[in-house]
T-cell receptor
Framework: NAGVTQTPKFRILKIGQSMTLQCAQDMNHNYMYWYRQDPGMGLKLIYYSVGAGITDKGEVPNGYNVSRSTTEDFPLRLELAAPSQTSVYFC?????????????FGQGTRLTVV | GQNIDQPTEMTATEGAIVQINCTYQTSGFNGLFWYQQHAGEAPTFLSY????GLEEKGRFSSFLSRSKGYSYLLLKELQMKDSASYLCAVRDLSGSARQLTFGSGTQLTVLP
């Protein structure tokens, strides 16, 4: 199994541009998450989804949008990119939301907004 | 909401033992995880605790006290490859979903 796959690995955007960060998992996991990690910091939850067709805001959702049309895919959309969105973005998935299910992470997308 | 605290940095010597502490405040505690993250890489799962006590897994052990809102990760026989950031994460059942909230991580440097 490939696990959680994120694309692209690196991207440079100009202020005001938009882009979609792709995330796909092949483990039939119901829960998927998007986090951002600023240098020297922990992960902050942007959006999450508990299943296809269901999404909800996390701790830092402003400036982002998500969709979950299938169980496998959970793209993150940035509209009108801002320098404050320069960060490393991680997608993760868990089988369920119960306590003992570990999260599997993608390899991250390093985004720079200039 | 949740509040998770862990030291920012720690340094230890190869072959030694190091303990990384994590304290948390949460209204709907439902498990605590430790993840390891090497520079430039994704976090990888190390351990999970939901009941009080010690969970041992090879060189790594994790302890939980729910009444104190406290956990630690114990690393024995340190190796150079253990140099990494160690993230404490708490699952919280309050709110509309079982969110996993991460601390800021403890950067461990293992010296020869």
């Amino acid at each position: 199994n490939a696990g959680v796959t994120q694309t692209p690995k690196f991207r440079i955007l100009k202020i005001g541009q938009s882009m979609t960060l792709q995330c796909a998992q092949d483990m039939n996991h119901n829960y998927m998450y998007w986090y951002r990690q600023d240098p020297g910091m922990g992960l902050k939850l942007i959006y999450y989804s508990v299943g296809a067709g269901i999404t909800d805001k996390g701790e830092v959702p402003n400036g982002y949008n998500v969709s979950r049309s299938t169980t496998e895919d959970f793209p993150l959309r940035l509209e009108l990119a801002a320098p404050s969105q320069t960060s490393v973005y991680f997608c993760a998935s868990t089988k369920t939301g119960t306590s003992n299910t570990e999260a599997f992470f993608g390899q991250g997308t390093r985004l720079t907004v200039v | 909401g949740q509040n998770i605290d862990q030291p920012t940095e720690m340094t230890a010597t190869e072959g030694a033992i190091v303990q990384i502490n994590c304290t948390y405040q949460t209204s709907g505690f439902n498990g605590l995880f430790w993840y390891q993250q090497h520079a430039g890489e994704a976090p990888t799962f190390l351990s999970y605790n939901v009941l009080d006590g010690l969970e041992e897994k090879g060189r790594f052990s994790s302890f939980l006290s729910r009444s104190k809102g406290y956990s630690y990760l114990l690393l024995k026989e340190l190796q150079m490859k253990d140099s990494a950031s160690y993230l404490c994460a708490v699952r919280d059942l309050s709110g509309s979903a079982r969110q996993l909230t991460f601390g800021s991580g403890t950067q461990l440097t293992v010296l020869p």
